[in-house]
């Protein structure tokens, strides 16, 4: 009953840490109310003392294994949940920013022609043809003369130009009215500011004259269409005091009257037109029937001219014989003298003839 009592008074101690408890003797005599107790109750000494941590449970020990370590590792694991991670400063890539402020902007004219001459320029073939071998090496040159650009500056400018060179170069061939376009030819980005300033300071002709014939720039395709550039008009036949044309034309000026300029209707396509295969059959026997005809005529002309020839050689031969035997008639010295002329008149007129 001692340890029972115990553990009730432990009990109360846990729910009610602050409050003190009193307790009458066993024999029911005090006070029912433990505020009015004066002294608090000290419990006997007959069995060990009791541990302060079983006193907080009223079950006894709380020390048992299993109890403690799972309250340890929730501590543990609370107390590691709220610990900060510091995160670590990941560096930020240095970029470096160009100190030359004209490296990558707008290329001047004079800038051009310097890039330009001294690649294509008629005096400069070496270079030209090292250019086609180590293309780095003449821009590292050309860079040189150029304080503002640098190597890849130079390459990258003259893809670009290169690039224009070709479209005005598929433009040329056409007579107008946006042939190239109905070809499915790419003009780029092309204008006529831009055609009209490679004429005026001659860089078309300059790059023409080394790569005009390239294969790389030069297509051998029919792109004419053949159709006129406007509507011909009754003062196009009119005779003109000069047959010079402008290499510049104004097309602003063209049909002032009405503001525009009207083409006519034109194909698709301005390629040559695809024939169909009985089409193409029929040209071709065409064709054969030309060829066959004149070669007919001209054997049959031939073997006329070797009938002419062999009829005189025979006729050549004949009288040669003739001759021949005159002669031998004239050898006789008993031939009348009548029959001696006739005979001598016959050969003279031969060789004479």
Known sequence: MDILAAAAISQEQVTSPHTPVRQGDDSG???SSPFGISEAVSLPQSGPPIDSASQRHPLGDLNTPGLNTTAEKRSASSS???KPVKRQKQEKPVRKENTDSKANGHWTDAERETLFDYILGAENDKIFQKFQVNRTAVFKEVAKLLPHRDKAACDSHWTRSMVTYRNIKEFRKFTG?????AANLDVGTLSAAQVKKWYDHGWYDLFDSRYGKNPKVERSLVLNSKMPISPAKPDDFKPKSSTTVSAHIDLAD???????IKTPSRP????KPVLSQSQRLR???QETTTVLTSYLAQKASLDQKRVEQKDKRLEMQDLNAKVERAEKLLADPSLPMDKRQQLQDFILSTILT
Not at 177 to 181: E, H, M, T
Not at 254 to 260: A, L, P, V
Not at 268 to 271: L, Q, V
């Open 29 to 31: 005599n005090g006070s």
């Open 80 to 82: 590691a949940s709220h």
């Open 177 to 181: 009215g946006g042939g190239a376009k």
């Open 254 to 260: 063209s049909d002032s009257e009405e503001g525009t």
């Open 268 to 271: 698709s396509s301005a390629s």
């Open 283 to 285: 040209n071709q026997a």
